[in-house]
């Protein structure tokens, strides 16, 4: 995050700017979960953080500043490791659409705080923000979409429109981040959820009698 927000970031020594940096985040979202975004003030972060207000303006010029530098690295790390697919997988569609939908799921795990800001968020963001988020949704789909086309001219799925699905399937990713609280209910592992979803929609996709041809 420090490196991709340099322009921004007026701190130069990098332990410093990394360790800071980590605390007003955490603070950001730990607020935000609980009041929102936009109730949230610098002085509350400033509180929050243990960085002072001065000190807030070394790494951003405004909350709008920060809230791109926040939407920024949840975009660009969905398509960083959604890129990252090992050579032998990407050949196999079947293989590639299991390792995207685990991949993911893991990654919200581990910045679930980071995604379920992004989420809520949404709905306030500024134009330019709500523009970002729409095309990080179609980035994200159009990498699950290439790999339901492929599916379908290989034979290994049947699928009357993959774009479309490809947006079907976002919000079973997003399900498990969002409500997390539900599943945690339920005593469902992040192993199970992954192996669900992947049966789910291999159950779904794979050619078979009685299913209607795709187009």
């Known amino acids: 995050m420090l490196e991709r927000n340099r322009a921004t970031i007026r701190v ?12 007003i985040v955490d603070a950001m979202l730990d607020l935000s979960s609980r009041q929102g975004f936009h109730a949230t003030s610098l002085r509350d972060l400033s509180g929050a953080s243990g960085v ?18 926040i939407l920024n690295e949840v975009w660009s790390t969905v398509t960083e490791v959604l890129d990252q697919v090992p050579a032998g997988i990407a050949r196999d569609p079947e293989a590639h659409l299991d390792w995207l939908i685990e991949t993911h799921v893991r990654l919200t795990e581990t910045m679930q705080p980071w995604f379920v800001f992004a989420y809520l968020e949404a709905k306030a963001f500024p134009e330019p923000a ?14 699950f979409a290439d790999v339901l086309h492929r599916g379908v001219e290989q034979g290994c799925f049947q699928i009357d429109d993959p774009d ?21 209910k339920r005593g469902t592992s992040i192993d199970q959820y992954v192996s669900s979803v992947k049966g ?14 795709t187009r």
């Open 12 to 23: 130069q020594k990098t332990h410093v700017a990394v360790r800071k940096l980590s605390l």
């Open 52 to 69: 002072s207000m001065g000190g807030l303006y070394s790494y951003f010029d405004s909350k709008t500043t920060l809230l791109t530098m």
């Open 130 to 143: 709500r523009r970002m988020a729409v095309d990080s949704e179609a980035a994200t789909e159009k990498i």
């Open 164 to 184: 479309l699905t490809a947006a079907l399937i976002k919000p079973l990713l997003q399900d498990w981040y969002v409500k997390r609280g539900k599943y945690r």
């Open 200 to 213: 789910l929609l291999a159950n779904a996709f794979r050619p078979g009698p009685g299913k209607r041809p």
